[in-house]
């Protein structure tokens, strides 16, 4: 069983920037659909980027599209978030998260805190 491990938040200012990362280890996740969620309080946990095995198709939620550009470095089970302009309503837990197919459950680290002051 492999582990995702998430960091890079912290607290930024309005229209900063932030780099996460998620470190998979345990197993290569070479092939896996790979994914950012997010969860702000009272929320519900939300999809916003995920792109597959090969790196090519990346697809992002309308609320952070032109913002936000994922990545991957298959070479060393490495998952990227670029975060750019951000904004107060960012703020929320990431997860990383893995997945086999789209058959398949996905994977989860345990979260990295972002917070975005006005």
């Known amino acids: 069983q492999g582990q995702l491990v998430e960091s890079g938040g912290g607290l930024v200012q309005t229209g900063g920037s932030l780099r996460l990362s998620c470190a998979a280890s345990g197993r290569t996740y070479r092939g896996y659909d790979m994914a950012w969620f997010r969860q702000a309080p009272g929320k519900d946990r939300e999809l916003i980027a995920t792109?597959?095995?090969?790196?090519?198709?990346?697809d992002y939620a309308d609320s952070v599209k032109g913002r936000f550009t994922i990545s991957r470095n298959n070479a060393n089970n490495t998952l990227y978030l670029q975060m750019n302009s951000l904004k107060p309503e960012d703020t929320a837990i990431y997860y990383c998260?893995?997945?086999?197919?789209?058959?398949?459950?996905?994977?989860w680290g345990q979260g990295t805190q972002v917070t975005v002051a006005s």
């Open positions: 998260a893995a997945r086999y197919n789209s058959k398949t459950s996905y994977q």
């Open positions: 792109i597959n095995g090969s790196g090519f198709r990346k």
